[in-house]
């Protein structure tokens, strides 16, 4: 054994090109630690023949690659579950950005799911760039676009002879109640409770605030009041 000591640049260059063209094996042999493919131009960690520009393979499940900085580690691996990329740091999440910086889309450390924002309040929260950040903790799903007269937008389209309906339950009840518009011939109903038109807090099954036009009979089964 010896020492290998450059003082100045070094150049390594192979007489002619090989799929195994510079490797570094630990002193068991076997798999090499580090493989140069100089006829694919790949490298290999872990793997004799690297089937992409870096591939790196372990023995079994776990962490492959890392990465850190001083703001922390985030680890790269695969295990029963599949691939997964993970914050090594406690309370740190995962975020992509596009070039400018902005833009923004991730999971923050306790789950939830941000796009817009960085400090989602719900499961997951959608917020449009320019607004504010839904403050209410507690919600599943959060949508804003809250900035001057904007809209905030849900869509749920059916079939053109179809319904588009949400519904409302629990996992015991599904569909206890909810509220379907008809494509077909644009009903619009709401089940399972109170009815308000005209205003948002009903008081009773059917609440109307304004005037209203009937083009049949009125009957009444209670007294009028």
Request: glycine content about 16%.
């Amino acid at each position: 054994s010896a020492n290998l000591h450059v003082a100045g640049n070094a150049l390594f260059q192979n007489i002619s090109d090989s799929t195994t063209g510079f490797q570094i094996f630990d002193a068991d042999g076997g798999t090499p630690i580090f493989n140069i493919d100089t006829t694919n131009e790949r490298v290999g960690i872990g793997v004799a023949g690297p089937a992409a520009t870096l591939h790196i393979q372990n023995t079994g499940n776990g962490e492959i690659f890392r990465t850190q900085n001083a703001s922390g580690t985030f680890s790269f691996g695969f295990d029963s579950l599949g691939g997964y990329a993970q914050p090594v740091t406690a309370n740190k999440g995962m975020w992509f950005y596009n070039s400018a910086g902005t833009g923004y889309m991730g999971i923050a450390s306790t789950g939830n799911v941000g796009i817009g924002t960085t400090t989602p309040h719900a499961n997951l929260e959608i917020v449009k760039s320019g607004t504010t950040d839904i403050t209410a903790a507690g919600a599943t799903l959060g949508i804003q676009n809250s900035s001057g007269s904007n809209t905030a937008l849900l869509e749920i389209l059916g079939g053109s002879t179809g319904n588009s309906t949400i519904n409302f339950g629990n996992p015991g009840a599904l569909g206890a109640g909810s509220i379907t518009w008809s494509n077909s011939n644009s009903n619009f109903a709401i089940q399972g409770g109170n009815v308000g038109i005209g205003n948002t807090t009903p008081l009773t099954a059917l609440d109307v605030t304004g005037s209203a036009s009937l083009s049949a009979n009125l009957s009444l089964r209670g007294a009028a009041t």
